[in-house]
Nanobody, 126 residues
Framework: VQLQASGGGLVQAGGSLRLSCAAS????????VGWFRQPPGKEREFVAG????????LFADSVKGRFTISRDNAKNTVYLQMNRLKPEDTAVYYC????????????????????WGQGTEVTVSS
């Protein structure tokens, strides 16, 4: 399974970006897909995730109300819509995938995921 994350770029504070995570070599059916980010000089942290079979979602407190996550079954792609971006959202964003059935609270755990994409960089200027 290969994951391709894309959509990053430079945006001003208050702007929006949409990240995409596309899978090849497998489908996302029955999977969970998560987004994580690593700010400069910091540890990687959970952002959002979606469980494919029931569309259950989970968001980090820092992005609730600003970010949404959605899926496109036909394109085997998960999207992270990021609105009202802040400079503190600057990071490399990674998508991750597991085919295993996990509970909702486990969506936020990096150890729940078996496959990771290469990352896409988001820079938010003030």
């Amino acid at each position: 399974v290969q994951l391709q994350a894309s959509g990053g770029g430079l945006v001003q504070a208050g702007g929006s970006l949409r990240l995409s995570c596309a899978a090849s070599g497998s489908t996302f059916s029955s999977a969970t897909v998560g987004w994580f980010r690593q700010p400069p000089g910091k540890e990687r942290e959970f952002v959002a995730g979606i469980r494919w079979r029931d569309s259950a979602t989970l968001f980090a407190d820092s992005v609730k109300g600003r970010f949404t996550i959605s899926r496109d079954n036909a394109k085997n792609t998960v999207y992270l819509q990021m609105n009202r971006l802040k400079p503190e959202d600057t990071a490399v964003y990674y998508c991750a995938y597991t085919p295993r059935r996990i509970i909702v609270s486990a969506i936020a755990s990096q150890t729940s995921y078996d496959y990771w994409g290469q990352g896409t960089e988001v820079t938010v200027s003030s």
